[in-house]
């Protein structure tokens, strides 16, 4: 039997061999993953082919984005109505192109970033949303300013909220985002080690708390959550329960299962650096890392480690 993490029906394989990858697509960090209706996998990643598209068997289908993407490509997302969105960090714009990588438009002056702390879009943002009722599109702006923004679906300003700091309603490098079908948005407040939840105009709901440090966020067709917790790229790196886990909470904050090994690693049942998620519509988790930039960069000599996976479900 191979080896399985999680609990109960939280339960996962890591399904080995899974991504059918051509030679030469070698890549060292998945910074994103996301699902589309058909079950085809989008794995963004920092290598020459930016975009690699699998089909729900493993199978290579496509990839694009090549020489559109810099060094620091940062999140992907899939909307309802079956667009692609990805996130460059320090090209400071949202890209909204069709699953075939038709580029359609681009939120944000690319390449020119906003003055930092000053809450105008955007200063390395990090992730969006889509909403599922009004395809308005929320924005992480993570790195240089604290703040989340809300867009219309034609990429109009509508509202922004957020501030640096640690009070309620505040952030430190807000992460990732996701919408439910109640408008309620959820954001990974990374460096607060918590995650909060607003309504559709920045209204604070909830704070979810015992979270260290979250990243990857996504939401399956139930409604529960999946949070990725990273370890810190310090001291604390091989810290036994520490970080490179993945989390289940239902809507409200209840954690259903905390998956993963106590320990650092890229075995079948650890992880290192989780920093993007995709589910399809059986369950199966496919979990992005950036493995190389917080932990194999940092070896003497630097080393590649496990960066993209299928975790099929089982329980």
Not at 75 to 81: F, K, L, N, R, Y
Not at 101 to 130: C, H, Y
Not at 286 to 314: A, I, N, W
């Amino acid at each position: 039997m191979a080896d399985r993490i999680g609990v109960d029906r939280f339960t996962y394989e890591t399904e080995e061999g899974w991504d059918k990858i051509p030679a030469g697509y070698e890549f060292p960090d998945a910074s994103g993953v996301t699902v589309d209706k058909d079950d085809n996998v989008y794995i963004l990643n920092r290598g020459a082919h930016p975009v690699i598209v699998l089909d729900k068997d493993g199978n290579f289908v496509r990839s694009w984005g090549e020489g559109e993407f810099d060094q620091r490509a940062h999140g992907i997302h899939c909307s309802p109505d079956n667009f692609i969105y990805t996130v460059n960090d320090s090209q400071h714009c949202i890209k909204k192109y069709t699953t075939d990588g038709v580029l359609l438009m681009v939120i944000g002056d690319e390449n020119q970033a906003a003055e930092k702390w000053s809450g105008t879009p955007f200063n390395r943002p990090t992730n969006m949303a889509v909403s599922p009722n009004t395809g308005d599109v929320y924005v992480t702006d993570g790195y240089g300013n604290s703040r989340v923004h809300r867009y219309t679906a034609e990429g109009k300003h509508i509202v922004s909220w957020g501030a640096p700091g640690v009070e309620p309603g505040e952030f430190q490098v807000p992460h990732n985002v996701v919408v439910d079908s109640d408008e309620n948005v959820y954001v990974t407040d990374r460096e607060n080690y918590r995650l909060q939840v607003f309504d559709r105009n920045g209204n604070l709901q909830a704070i979810w708390q015992n979270i260290y440090r979250p990243q990857a966020l996504c939401m399956d067709q139930k409604g529960i959550i999946y949070v990725g917790e990273m370890l810190m790229d310090t001291e604390l790196i091989d810290y036994p329960m520490v970080g490179h886990r993945l989390n289940a909470f239902t809507n409200k904050g209840e954690r259903l299962a905390r998956i993963g090994d106590a320990m650092i690693g890229d075995g079948p049942t650890q992880f290192i650096a989780p920093h993007g998620f995709g589910v399809d519509s059986k369950g199966n988790l496919y979990v992005g890392e950036v493995s190389h930039t917080v932990y194999g960069r940092r070896m003497d000599p630097p080393q590649t480690f496990r960066c993209f996976r299928k975790l099929k479900l089982v329980g």
